[in-house]
């Protein structure tokens, strides 16, 4: 009986788990990202991507390239809107950026 009980812990326990590594967002709403920017793509399809420690890339949408550019392969805090969410198909999450912060 204790055994089964401990079982379905343990389940919920990864359930939730893996739910919270993996949050679902809603386009429109505003949210705060945590990543690595880095630029994606071939000239002059050049784009900058926020890759976070989960997986998932964000497009991210607002920001210029020279902008981009200076800030490859840095760690930065941005705050957007959520354009396309992840789970929307083959294109990648897009967020509008509102304010971006390096982290250092």
Known sequence: MIRTILMGC??????????????TFVEGQSVVLLG????????PHTYPVLQMPN?????????T??????????DLEVRGTVLQ???SGPKPAS???EHYMQQD
């Open 95 to 97: 967020l509008w950026v």
């Open 10 to 23: 343990v389940i919920a326990a990864q359930l939730l788990s893996a739910c919270a590594a993996h949050p």
């Open 36 to 43: 690595k920017l880095v630029l994606k793509g071939s000239e």
């Open 85 to 87: 969410r992840s789970e």
């Open 55 to 63: 997986g998932i890339d964000w497009k991210l949408e607002g920001l």
């Open 65 to 74: 390239l020279p902008e981009a550019s200076a800030l490859q392969n840095r």
